[in-house]
C-alpha cells in the first residue's frame, strides 16, 4: 500500500498550530488553548483537499530557551517531522511579528526550506494584512496570510499544499482494496451472532448475558478475493448507564471504531416489534461520521408478521429517522441464517457508491438543471448564485459548490440540492456531502 504525503506544522509555542490542524482536519483533534505549549506530543490525522489524501502532523511548539529533558526532546521531534514531510507549514504569529524564536527555528531546518510554505496567523483584516509584510524579513517570496480560529485564507494555503504533493491518481486511497466494516448496536442485539454467521466461523463469543463483548474485535478474512476487515463493537448504551466504568470505556471505543469503518451495519433487534431511541442514536452516529449505513432488522424471525410485515417496519423507521432514508433495510436472523449472505455483497455496492465519481461536465450539467427548475431565492440579505461545482472527494461522495455568498443558501435549498443529487446519481447507502464555497475565497 502506498503511504500517504506528510504535511507538518511547526512553530513557536501558541502561534496557534493545533487551531490550525483541527481547521484542516475538519474537527477538534488536538487540544488548544490559550496558554502557549499545551501540544507536546505529534499529533497525526488523514485528511484530503481537492481529491488528494495526505497526513497532517501538528508538532510541539518550538521553545528555544528550555533546556530541560523534555523540551529538547520535543525540538528533535518537530526536525524529526520535517524531514519526514513533504511539505512543511511554517506558522508565524501576526500579533508577535518576526521573532528571534522564528529565526532559530528556520535556521534548524534551513536545509529543508525548498518544501516551507510560510503561513503568517491571526490575520483577521486589511490592517492585519498590511501588517504581516513584515514577515518578508524572514526571506521568504511569498506570504499566505490566514485566519485559523475563523477560517480566512484556508483554501487558498491548502491549495497550495496539495500543488506541492507528489502526483498520484485523483481520489487514490491507501485503503481502496480493504473494505471495514462495523456493527454497532444496543447490547444483546446480536451483533456477535451476525459477525459468525458472515464469516462462517464461532470467532466471537456469543451468550445471553448482555455486555460479553467488552472491547471491539477486529476479524480480517476473504471475500472472493477481496480483504474484508469486519469489527464487532460492545453495544452502545444510553447516556444515563455509561457515565462511569468499565461500560463507558466500552461503548466510547465503540462510537470511535466508527470513524474508522467503510460500512457500518447498524443492528436493530426487532423481536419486540418496536424500534427504541437508543436504536435511533445508534444510526445517527454512523450518519454523523459519513459512513455507508446498512440497517440490519435482527431476530426477524421472532416477528408476528400479522401485525408487523417488511413495508410497515421500513415505514416506522423512516419516520423515525428519516435523516437515513438513503440506507437500504435488511431483515435477517443471526439464529437461523437467513439473509446473512445478502450482507456482504450489499456492502460492496455501497463501497462501490462512495467511490463513485461523477465528472465534471455531468455535474454541471446536473446543477444548471436543477438550479433552473428551482433557482434560489431571497435570503439573508442576497440571493445566491452558483458558478459551477465539482466533486472534490470520496468516503463519502463530496462535491464543493462555488457561489457568490454561503450565507445566501439556507438549509432547504441545500437539502433540495441533495435530494436532487440523489435522485439521479442514486448513492444508495452512503451519506453525500455538499459544500459551499465563494469564488473569491
Not at 18 to 36: D, M
Not at 40 to 63: A, L, Y
Not at 298 to 310: A, E, G, R
Request: net charge positive; proline share 4%.
Amino acid at each position: 500500500m502506498k503511504q500517504l504525503s506528510s504535511v507538518a506544522i511547526i512553530g513557536k509555542p501558541n502561534s496557534g498550530k493545533s487551531t490550525l490542524f483541527n481547521r484542516i482536519v475538519g474537527g477538534r483533534k488536538a487540544i488548544t488553548h490559550a496558554a502557549p505549549g499545551v501540544t507536546r506530543d505529534t499529533m497525526r490525522e488523514k485528511t484530503s483537499w481537492n481529491g488528494k489524501e495526505f497526513t497532517v502532523v501538528d508538532t510541539g511548539g518550538f521553545d528555544s530557551e528550555g533546556d530541560d529533558a523534555l523540551q529538547h526532546e520535543i525540538r528533535k521531534r518537530i526536525v524529526s517531522s520535517a524531514v519526514s514531510a513533504e511539505v512543511i507549514i511554517f506558522l508565524a504569529d501576526l500579533k508577535t511579528g518576526p521573532t528571534s524564536e522564528d529565526m532559530l527555528l528556520l535556521k534548524s531546518i534551513r536545509k529543508l526550506r525548498n518544501k516551507i510554505i510560510c503561513v503568517v496567523n491571526k490575520v483577521e483584516s486589511t490592517n492585519d494584512e498590511i501588517e504581516s509584510n513584515d514577515f518578508y524579513s524572514l526571506g521568504f517570496s511569498r506570504l499566505f496570510t490566514i485566519s485559523a480560529l475563523h477560517g480566512r485564507g484556508i483554501g487558498d494555503m491548502l491549495d497550495e499544499v496539495v500543488s506541492r504533493l507528489q502526483p498520484e491518481d485523483t481520489f487514490h486511497s491507501v485503503d481502496d482494496d480493504i473494505i471495514k466494516i462495523d456493527l454497532i448496536g444496543k447490547p444483546n442485539v446480536g451483533k456477535s451472532s451476525i459477525v459468525n454467521k458472515l464469516i462462517g466461523k464461532e470467532e466471537n463469543i456469543v451468550s445471553e448475558e448482555q455486555g460479553t463483548t467488552r472491547d471491539t474485535i477486529n476479524l480480517r478474512f476473504k471475500y472472493y478475493g477481496k480483504d474484508v476487515v469486519v469489527t464487532d463493537t460492545a453495544g452502545i448504551r444510553r447516556k444515563s448507564r455509561k457515565s462511569r466504568g468499565l461500560e463507558g470505556l466500552t461503548s466510547l471505543k465503540s462510537e470511535r471504531s466508527v470513524g474508522n469503518a467503510d460500512i457500518v451495519l447498524a443492528v436493530i433487534d426487532v423481536s419486540n416489534n418496536r424500534i427504541t431511541k437508543q436504536d435511533i442514536k445508534v444510526i445517527s452516529i454512523a450518519h454523523k461520521a459519513r459512513k455507508g449505513i446498512i440497517i440490519l432488522l435482527n431476530k426477524w424471525d421472532l416477528v408476528d408478521k400479522t401485525d408487523l410485515d417488511y413495508q410497515t417496519f421500513k415505514k416506522v423507521i423512516h419516520k423515525s429517522i428519516p435523516f437515513v432514508e438513503y440506507a437500504p433495510i435488511i431483515t435477517v436472523s443471526a439464529k437461523t441464517g437467513t439473509r446473512i449472505g445478502a450482507i456482504l455483497p450489499k456492502c460492496f455496492e455501497i463501497q462501490g457508491e462512495r467511490i463513485k465519481k461523477i465528472p465534471t461536465p455531468e455535474f454541471n450539467k446536473f446543477l444548471n438543471k436543477v438550479t433552473s427548475i428551482n433557482p434560489p431565492g431571497y435570503y439573508k440579505g442576497g440571493i445566491g448564485k452558483i458558478f459551477y461545482g465539482t466533486q472534490t472527494d470520496i468516503k463519502p461522495p463530496t462535491f464543493t459548490l462555488f457561489v457568490n455568498n454561503p450565507s445566501y443558501f439556507p438549509r432547504s435549498y441545500r437539502r433540495y440540492i441533495n435530494n436532487q443529487l440523489r435522485k439521479v446519481f442514486t448513492f444508495e447507502g452512503t451519506a453525500v456531502r455538499i459544500r459551499f464555497r465563494s469564488r473569491e475565497h
